[in-house]
């Protein structure tokens, strides 16, 4: 911990959770040594101070507040052994859970707009591939019937949606900055392999060949494919992301929940889709549902 000399004489809480318990620590940052924490810097230079944390013990002491009823506290909370990303959510909890009068004001600070960065982030990226993209994926495989209506839906949905990503990811390199977590790499990785998939996506729309042409088949089952991955892996960085963030637990049930949404209505559209399409006859001249067709139950329109 780096302070100035201003800074000796103040007090340092230090607190941590042993099996279930508060563990809490107050000491004077002077010269000398505590039950849990080593202070050490040199006498002459109050510049640099270390603090070595070793095992505390379970205590209860209380700070009093200064002459204005006020008590000013730099607040650090967080998993590991790095300072890194720390939620304001444990303040509340310390609060919750032991007997410090915390009084005073407590402004917005940059903790808690690191916190909401985070959320802006995830909300970003759950919105654009765990809500827009598959509901567009869901009109392109069972809309087709409302032809041309379908392809302008599901082009909507998609170019949202991807505008939705680029935002995440914009938010996420800016965050990425800022905050150092144990396993962020793999999470960036990730998402610079989906942006990938997204930007081919895209491509792959552009320059779609024409329905007569002898690739069309091909292509088809590219887009298919490489969107499903897509949204796969997509649900996997999702859960990576609110497990670096420590996401709190009703985030992480709204997430699965919506998820179980979506697959429960795909499993419902499939099985009607492949009702209809073994009910339809096998030489309909019909583009809605011809099972001659090589598009599997429907054939492509010119979009």
Known sequence: MDSGRRALGSSFLGVQWLCGCLAAILLMLT??????????????????????KTQPTCLDTQFPPDRNGQKLLVWASGDGSIINYHRTRSLEEMQANSQFPLGGAVGESAVSKLEKRVKTHGALQVFGWGVLLPIGAIVARYARE????????????????????????????????????????????????????????????????????????????????????????????????????????????????????????????????????????????????NRASTERGFQMSDY
């Open 31 to 52: 010269y000398r040594t505590s039950a849990a924490y080593t202070c050490t810097s040199d006498p002459n230079n109050a510049s640099n101070m270390t603090m070595f």
């Open 146 to 289: 409302y032809d041309p209506a379908w392809f302008y839906i599901h082009a909507t949905f998609q170019l949202i949606g991807f505008i939705f990503i680029i935002a995440g990811v914009a938010t996420g390199v800016a965050l990425a900055k800022d905050v150092e977590v144990p396993g962020l790499n793999g999470h960036k990785g990730l998402g610079l392999f989906l942006l990938i998939l997204a930007i081919l996506q895209v491509l792959a729309v552009v320059f779609r060949p024409k329905k007569d042409s002898n690739t069309r088949k091909y292509w088809n089952w590219y887009h298919w494919w490489v969107g499903r991955l897509a949204l796969f892996l997509a649900c996997i960085n999702v859960f990576v992301g609110l497990n670096l963030s420590n996401g709190e637990r009703k985030l992480r049930v709204s997430y699965i929940v919506l998820l179980a949404f979506e697959l429960v209505a795909f499993a419902i559209l499939e099985t009607i889709y492949w009702v209809r399409w073994n009910r339809a006859p096998a030489n309909s001249s019909g583009v809605r549902w």
